[in-house]
C-alpha cells in the first residue's frame, strides 16, 4: 500500500484546538514540518485516515483540559 497523504496528531498545549493538533500532510509537508521546529517526541501519532486522526486529536483534547482543569497548567 502506498501512502501519499497522512494525517499527523501532535501534543496539544494549553490553550490548542483540533486545527493546530490534528492536520493532514505528506513526505515532504512533514520534513518541512521538523525543519520548521516539530520535534518528533510532540507527535502523539499519525493516521491514514482523517476520522481516525480527529477523533483521537478530539480525545487528547478533552483529556488535556481535564488534566488542566484538575491540576492547572503545567508547562511541557
Known amino acids: 500500500m502506498r501512502i501519499e497523504k497522512l494525517w499527523v496528531v501532535v501534543r496539544p498545549s494549553p490553550v490548542s484546538e483540533l486545527g493546530d493538533i490534528c492536520f493532514e500532510t505528506d513526505a515532504k509537508g512533514l520534513a518541512l514540518q521538523f525543519k520548521g ?40
Open 37 to 76: 521546529g516539530l520535534a518528533p517526541e510532540d507527535i502523539h501519532a499519525l493516521y491514514t485516515s482523517r476520522n481516525e486522526a480527529e477523533r483521537e486529536a478530539e480525545r487528547i483534547l478533552v483529556a488535556s483540559q481535564n488534566y488542566q482543569d484538575a491540576f492547572g497548567e503545567v508547562d511541557r
